[in-house]
């Protein structure tokens, strides 16, 4: 954590190893809000979320309070076991900012299938911004992608299992009611940028997230703070929170 920020709390939202958050508030000012964090990993077991520490370091050296999820994953943990976490980890976080007298603005930023868990849980958010989401689970399968992950994880396929594959999928779940950040890269073999397309396609007739959609930037750089998207995507999530206070 770095030197400048308050000494991170780690918080439990249920029995399991996996269920638990860091959450961590800037230093010496007031939090801007608080940012979300849920990462990605194609449901296996052995992805964390320090994948994501280094945008969390860089949200609270920007002034924002930062709670960086960990949820059950893994042929162990079955669907919809990830959703449900997330969402009782997310309400675990309003009510530890209500006790501690901060706001309870919270964004929820999510990577790859951390972005599926965030656009499915974004009821519980003041906004979602979605990083390459995984936004068709039968897509995944029936490309292939993470290496054969969708059978790895739900272990059959969408024709043994279609309402798993339905439930788990954002593009068959009623679009976001909160504002909606997508972000993704031309460049992107891990969930290509045509899931992104198809997603935005469905949602026909609805109020449209907004989009960032970059020449150069792979599956693994767009949780990079360092490269060239970022500042963006803090100064829509700054805008979405002013918005937000002006209503």
């Not at 530890?96 to 919270?106: F, I, K, P, T, V």
């Amino acid at each position: 954590m770095p030197q400048n920020t308050r000494e991170s709390e780690l918080l439990k939202y249920g029995d399991h190893p996996d269920q638990h958050f860091i959450l961590a508030h800037p230093f010496k000012q007031p939090s801007l809000g608080t940012a979300v964090l849920v990462h990605g990993g194609y449901w296996r077991q052995r992805i964390t979320a320090s994948v994501m520490q280094p945008m969390a370091d860089d949200l609270l050296r920007s002034g924002w309070s930062v709670a960086n999820v960990e949820y059950r994953r893994g042929p162990d943990h079955p669907w919809p076991t990830p959703s449900f976490d997330v969402a009782a980890a997310i309400q675990l976080v309003r009510s530890s900012l209500r006790y501690q007298g901060q706001s309870e603005a919270a964004i929820l930023i999510g990577h790859s299938v951390g972005g599926q868990l965030a656009l499915l849980n974004s009821n519980f958010a003041d906004a979602v911004v979605g990083l390459a989401p995984v936004t068709d689970a039968s897509k995944v399968h029936a490309e292939s992608l993470g290496d054969g992950a969708a059978m790895e994880y739900f272990g059959d396929s969408p024709a043994g299992i279609p309402a798993i594959y339905h439930d788990a999928s954002p593009i068959q779940a009623p679009p976001p009611s909160v504002p909606t950040l997508l972000v993704h890269g031309f460049n992107d073999d891990r969930v290509p940028l045509e899931h992104t397309r198809e997603y935005l396609d469905s949602l026909a007739g609805n109020v449209l997230p907004e989009q960032m959609i970059h020449r150069s930037l792979d599956h693994f750089e767009i949780i990079d703070p360092q490269q060239h998207h970022w500042q963006a995507v803090q100064t829509w999530m700054r805008q979405v929170l002013v918005d937000a206070r002006a209503e």
